[in-house]
């Protein structure tokens, strides 16, 4: 049964740091790209940045491009998203999810999602 649940999430002042962890059980883990999603109260789930199973290559939205780094540690079955220069537009539930496209960027292309991690960003 694929399970992944991400941790990180808290608290932080406009222009702070923290960094987000998805860690993936149930499947093979390097055989499938990963993302981030993060949803706003009363907003869509929207794409925030994605990765290949290999780690090779890695796509953001314009958004948190220059801001956010997507990392994973395939030895270890977990997926990162360091997030810098937090803005309080950023303030949202983060989702890790996989896909089996080799890079997706579209929700629809992804399954199996985490439960969440909240982010607050105060200004």
């Known amino acids: 049964q694929v399970h992944l649940v991400e941790s990180g999430g808290g608290s932080v002042k406009s222009g702070g740091s923290l960094r987000l962890s998805c860690a993936g059980s149930?499947?093979?883990?390097?055989?499938?790209?990963m993302g981030w999603f993060r949803q706003a109260p009363g907003k869509e789930r929207t794409f925030v940045a994605a990765i290949t199973g290999n780690g090779a290559r890695t796509y953001y939205d314009d958004s948190v491009k220059g801001r956010f780094t997507i990392s994973r540690d395939n030895a270890k079955n977990t997926l990162y998203l360091q997030m810098t220069s937090l803005k309080p537009e950023d303030t949202a539930v983060y989702y890790c999810s996989r896909s089996a496209y080799r890079l997706a960027v579209d929700l629809a292309d992804f399954d199996s999602w985490g439960q969440g991690t909240q982010v607050f960003v105060s200004s």
């Open positions: 149930g499947y093979s883990f390097s055989g499938y790209a």
